[in-house]
């Protein structure tokens, strides 16, 4: 069984020989980003999803990539 996933909308393998994530149109490395599926933008420098960018008071937000659905979870206060 292989684990799959995905990395900014782009669907990825892990391979065990390699100890490394694989991109599964090219088998290329992860380690090298590739713009988000959906917006065709780089992460920002921060790491943000540039579509969204940094929102204040947020845990985690992502804009599904074109894969799944935007997600946004806030800080508890």
């Given amino acids: 069984m292989v684990a799959t996933s995905y990395n900014r909308g782009?669907?990825?393998y892990y391979?065990?020989?390699l100890g490394e994530w694989l991109y599964c149109d090219d088998n290329s490395s992860t380690s090298v980003e590739r713009p988000c599926a959906r917006c065709g933008r780089m992460a920002t420098n921060e790491g943000y999803d540039s579509c969204v960018g940094h929102?204040?008071?947020a845990t985690s937000?992502?804009?599904?990539h074109?894969?799944?659905k935007?997600?946004?979870k806030w800080e508890e206060v």
């Fill in 66 to 68: 074109g894969i799944k």
């Fill in 15 to 17: 391979n065990e020989e």
């Fill in 10 to 12: 782009h669907k990825v």
């Fill in 70 to 72: 935007p997600i946004m």
């Fill in 61 to 64: 937000v992502c804009c599904g």
């Fill in 55 to 57: 929102i204040e008071g």
